[in-house]
Nanobody, 130 residues
């Protein structure tokens, strides 16, 4: 499976973007699909995940209420709708398959477990200007 993220760009604070992650070979019925981001000088972090078989969705605390992850199985594509963007959202965004099927902490926040992630797609740059 190869993943390709797209949809990034330059947007003003408060604006919106929709990212796409197209999966050649189809989305998995076993793996979750996750979105991640890495800002300059910072470690990669989990953003959102949708569990296999259109299961539950999970988010990082910092994006809850602003970002929405959803899937179009007919297009083998996972989307990340990002609203109310701010400067802290500026980063390169990546998608990957999550063999742990969206692990989460006791607050229900999606967490980053690198050893479970594979099929990383090339990232897409999101820049939020003030």
């Amino acid at each position: 499976v190869q993943l390709q993220a797209s949809g990034g760009g330059l947007v003003q604070t408060g604006g919106s973007l929709r990212l796409s992650c197209a999966a050649s070979g189809g989305t998995s019925s076993t793996y979750g699909m996750g979105w991640f981001r890495q800002a300059p000088g910072k470690e990669r972090e989990a953003v959102s995940c949708i569990a296999s078989n259109d299961g539950p969705t999970y988010y990082a605390e910092s994006v809850k209420g602003r970002f929405t992850i959803f899937k179009d199985n007919s297009k083998s594509t996972v989307y990340l709708q990002m609203n109310s963007l701010n400067a802290e959202d500026t980063a390169i965004y990546y998608c990957a398959r999550d063999s742990f099927n969206c692990p989460y902490d006791y607050n229900g926040n999606y967490i980053y477990m690198e050893r479970g992630l594979n099929s990383w797609g090339k990232g897409t740059q999101v820049t939020v200007s003030s």
